[in-house]
């Protein structure tokens, strides 16, 4: 048996693409609720894999750190509970820095289990950057989830993991190159992707039209830079024709109202779906743009016919240089270029 880890929609939409061959019937899915209306999707999308479910409640039903510490807590019980013991073969994990994801790593496991290290957005890649992460910090962790906590700078670092599994294995950070590591599948299975359009329902658009993502909040981007990045994007859209559309990040509650003030009638498709699962029902969807989001590598590995383009402050620092390179990289085009 083999479980997954899931703490957002993105998560569940990879654990369908991370098929090397085992027996998905023999599966458990591990589903925290992060994001609202995640345990449905989860179940709904996965379902043509067979397989369990184990549905924990996530930060998408809290409302204060205090209170997401206290679930965090309890999440790690469970798991510590609910799956010691269990026959598995192999696990795949995304978030190694998680609660739950630590207690599946260091306590429910077997040292045999065979763990993959599946991308978790761009966390794996050379933009990553660490996080900070204090001595005080660490202890504080080993008190509310063990001792064998493992306090790590990186996502991507705990000890127990066997393999790295992303869209692109060559822009892997160097430090994580010292383990095996392949490549996820470009292509989606078809009873996937009819799942997903039964789930999300028929078309909302009949004409073209681009998407525009919009950043989190907490990502950091100035609002100067987040008004300058819509305008580039709308004109994107206009150049091609087609008509713009906003999407917030599932746990964003405040991007939307900013939008609708400063630009009246703006437009937004479904907030609870990725914008990678929602190309998969919309087919006019003809271009998206994004600031620093796994939506755009992610969308440029999977929707070969929607075009992909980045915007990044108008700055010189090293972040913004690799940024611009990993992009390039990929073959996404900067929103300042002239439409081809």
């Given amino acids: 048996m083999k479980i997954y880890l899931c703490h957002t929609p993105l998560h569940v939409l990879l654990s369908a693409l991370s098929k090397p061959g085992e027996d998905r019937e023999n599966s458990l899915f591990a589903v925290v609720e992060d994001t609202p209306g995640l345990h449905h999707i989860a179940r709904e999308f996965l379902q043509p894999v067979g397989g369990e479910f ?90 509310r989830f063990g001792m064998k906590w493992k306090e790590s700078r990186f996502i991507g670092r705990h000890p127990a993991i066997d393999e790295f599994c992303c869209l692109y294995p060559d822009m ?96 937004f498709i479904s907030q609870e779906y990725p914008v990678e699962l929602v190309l998969y029902a919309e087919p006019q969807a003809q271009l998206i743009t994004g600031v620093r989001t796994s939506a755009l590598h992610v969308t440029k590995a999977l929707h070969q016919g929607v075009e992909c383009f980045y915007y990044e402050p108008d700055r010189t620092d090293s972040a913004t240089t690799e940024w611009r390179a990993f992009f390039k990289h990929l073959g996404i085009c900067p929103l300042g270029s002239d439409p081809a």
Avoid at 123 to 142: C, D, E, G, Q
Avoid at 196 to 207: H, I, K, M, S, T
Avoid at 213 to 234: A, K
Avoid at 251 to 267: F, K, Q
């Fill in 54 to 143: 184990l549905m924990l409640p996530g930060t998408a039903s809290t409302r204060s750190p205090r209170e997401a510490l206290k679930l965090q807590k309890a999440n790690a019980s469970t798991v510590r509970r609910s799956i010691s013991g269990l026959p598995l073969t192999a696990a795949a994990v995304f978030y190694d820095l998680r609660a739950e994801a630590q207690a599946l790593l260091n306590y429910a496991l077997k040292p045999s289990t065979f763990v993959s290290c599946v991308e978790d957005g761009l966390l794996l890649y050379k933009v990553a950057r660490p996080f900070s992460r204090s001595l005080t910090r660490r202890w504080r962790n080993k008190v």
């Fill in 172 to 267: 892997l950070r160097s430090d994580l190159r010292s383990k095996p590591y392949q490549q996820l599948p470009h292509v989606l299975g078809d009873r996937f992707q009819e799942r997903f359009r039964a789930l999300y329902g028929n078309p909302r658009y009949d004409e073209p039209f681009g998407i525009i993502v919009l950043p989190h909040p907490e990502t950091g981007i100035s609002r100067l830079d987040l008004h300058r990045f819509v305008e580039l994007s709308s004109s994107r859209c206009v150049s091609r024709g087609v008509e713009p559309v906003f999407k917030v990040h599932p746990r964003d509650v405040i991007t939307r109202e900013l939008l609708i003030n400063a630009y009246p009638g703006s437009r």
